[in-house]
């Protein structure tokens, strides 16, 4: 059964006589296709922009002018029968300039499994694990299943092969079930008044709490906040396998950044230009965090790696460790424009007489 985008595909294309293996037009003769697109043949092209959603899937617009995206097409042209689980990237998590290992050249990206795809990380209990029945063939029929519950397997969508299910999985999804808490407790809520930039009309602003997938959440909010919010903080797992994320254990550090990657491309479509995001993390992944923000954000724009202390640090715990221990968390700090500056607030110094004032940003 063909997906969405291969249907949109074969129907663009019906008009072309010389990209067709059979006089019925069923199936597409692929190194011809593909021969004619490298070629930047002006038919093809012309029929794949005639169609939204080839458009949007297989061009971007760089300063007005629209660019195929060759790679992207051959590889969907290539591998689109296969299970949307596939992924184009090395099985390993590595140091890469996009193509080659570190050792070949000195411009780093962060290169690691599924990152080409999309990860439904749903972190609540109820989305965290799934059930299931086992049957007891020895067991009489009142007994013959038992019910077991396990880790989530994590869903990826692969952003080549899977457009359709990622195209609704981003979708914007209507928010429900309101509730208003103020000063005297929680009260129903009959009607949201916003206006179209997501202020309430005569009042001042309310905030929103959102409980949800936050994928989910972010790209619904997407339509009415993009390039509008200040400041975003981020405190996710820390990917220590004590926290509320239910890992997948045969990817456990490329499902943490393929889970990161993910939030933080929608979060930086919600800054402002003036905006800034901070994202909290401790030592077990600040180094691969750091490399994918560099390259989301690029080097330019990033601030300061700022350290906060660890929560449960005192001489007891430290006195009884083994080994180092851990004292400090970080924050990485990013703009989403290198134009960003700083409006410090400063206060006396108390603790130093060399040092007249101290900066509290």
Not at 120 to 136: A, D, L, M, P
Not at 276 to 300: G, P, S, T, W
Not at 328 to 333: D, G
Request: with cysteine.
């Amino acid at each position: 059964m063909k997906t969405g985008i291969q249907a949109e595909l074969t129907q663009a294309l019906l008009p072309h006589e010389k990209v067709w293996a059979n006089e019925e037009k069923t199936i597409l003769a692929k190194n011809i296709l593909l021969d004619l697109v490298e070629k930047t043949d002006p038919a093809i092209i012309g029929l794949l922009l005639g169609n939204d959603d080839l458009k949007r899937h297989f061009f971007v617009e760089v300063n007005g002018v629209l660019v195929f995206k060759l790679q992207d097409f051959r590889f969907f042209l290539d591998k689109h029968s296969v299970n949307n689980s596939y992924t184009k990237y090395a099985n390993r998590i590595g140091l890469t300039d996009g193509s080659r290992f570190l050792k070949d050249n000195s411009d780093i990206v962060l290169d690691f499994p599924f990152k080409d795809c999309v990860l439904n990380g749903g972190q609540s209990t109820e989305e965290g694990e799934e059930i299931y029945f086992k049957r007891n063939n020895d067991q009489s029929d009142s007994q013959l299943y038992t019910k077991l519950t396990q880790k989530r397997q994590e869903i990826f969508f692969n952003q080549t092969l899977a457009f359709d299910e990622i195209d609704r999985l981003f979708d914007a999804k209507a928010f429900s079930k309101f509730s208003r808490y103020t000063a005297d407790g929680k009260q129903a809520v009959g009607e949201i008044k916003r206006h179209s930039d997501g202020f309430l009309k005569g009042v001042p602003a309310e905030n929103l709490i959102i409980k949800g997938n936050n994928l989910i959440a972010l790209h619904s909010l997407a339509k009415q906040f993009k390039g509008k919010i200040k400041l975003i903080y981020i405190d996710p797992p820390y990917n220590t396998g004590n926290d509320g994320f239910k890992y997948n254990d045969k990817f456990n550090h490329s499902t943490w950044l393929t889970f990161m990657k993910n939030r933080l491309e929608i979060a930086k479509t919600l800054l402002a230009d003036d905006g800034v995001i901070f994202v909290q993390c401790d030592d077990n992944e600040q180094a691969y965090l750091k490399i994918l923000m560099d390259e989301l954000f690029h080097h330019r724009e990033t601030i300061v790696a700022l350290t906060s202390t660890a929560s449960g640090v005192n001489a007891v715990n430290v006195k009884r460790g083994e080994q180092m221990f851990k004292l400090k968390e970080y924050i990485l700090f990013y703009s989403k424009s290198p134009k960003f500056r700083f409006n410090p607030l400063l206060i006396k110094s108390p603790f130093n007489s060399n040092y007249k004032y101290e900066v509290i940003f």
